[in-house]
């Protein structure tokens, strides 16, 4: 066990819906990053939050949107969504906000499947 | 940018026998090392790791040195279980950097 929680686990929608991913970082870690993992273009890094404010993008849609909490907690929207955009979502979390000698670790992950 | 090139997969082995996963990559300064593992339906678990060069990371009886040299983290092992069959993923940190960048990846299965 990480100590990342990740909810729900699974998630089943209809295209065009929008659908809110939630995690919770290991205690005591401010980073909150989100992956993505598909067939098709493997895992991708999506957006990072340090302490509530954004740090780094990476190939996030603008139909993808982020937040970070006060209470550290992180949200991931997707909105109008599309049959291509059915993956596997991560959040992992870090103490440090861009030291890369930081261990990063990993939730279960949020399957999201669009129909 | 980073990239991360992974040996192709999948690769399939017999109980006991020795393991070699290639991994590259390509990065601007000196970044972290590492390698994951993904077992079925589950997240990644971070296997082992490396942050300077000639390091080598080790667990589980998994080990992996940083090559700088060869711009190279390939994961080896000397004698499989089948309980190592997952995925494993090669991913590479910069050293300013928060975000990893991974490997596509590599399936194992180990056969008894």
């Known amino acids: 066990d990480s100590g990342v929680t990740q909810t729900p686990k699974h998630l089943i929608t209809a295209t065009g819906q929008r659908v809110t991913l939630r995690c919770s970082p290991r205690?005591?870690?401010?980073?909150v990053y989100w992956y993505q993992q598909s067939l098709d273009q493997g895992l991708q890094f999506l957006i990072q939050y340090y302490n509530g404010e954004e740090r780094a993008k990476g190939n996030i849609l603008e139909r993808f949107s982020a937040q970070q909490f006060p209470d550290l907690h992180s949200e991931l929207n997707l909105s109008s969504l599309e049959l291509g955009d059915s993956a596997l979502y991560f959040c992992?979390?870090?103490?440090?906000?861009?030291?890369?000698?930081?261990?990063?670790?990993f939730g279960p992950g949020t399957r999201l499947t669009v129909t | 940018g980073n990239s991360v090139t992974q040996m192709e997969g999948p690769v399939t082995l017999s109980e006991e026998a020795f393991l070699t996963i290639n991994c590259t990559y390509t990065?601007?300064?000196?970044?972290?090392l590492f390698w994951y593992v993904q077992y079925p339906g589950e997240g990644l678990q971070l296997l082992l790791k490396a942050t300077k060069a000639d390091d080598k990371g080790s667990n589980k009886g998994f080990e992996a040195t940083y090559r700088k040299e060869t711009t190279s983290f390939h994961l080896e092992k000397g004698s499989v279980q089948v309980s190592d069959s997952a995925v494993y993923f090669c991913?590479?940190?910069?050293?300013?950097?928060?975000?990893?960048?991974f490997g596509d990846g590599t399936t194992l299965t180990v056969k008894p």
């Open positions: 205690s005591g870690d401010l980073s």
């Open positions: 992992a979390s870090s103490v440090g906000e861009g030291q890369g000698t930081y261990e990063q670790y």
């Open positions: 991913a590479l940190r910069g050293p300013n950097a928060g975000k990893s960048t």
């Open positions: 990065a601007t300064g000196y970044p972290s």
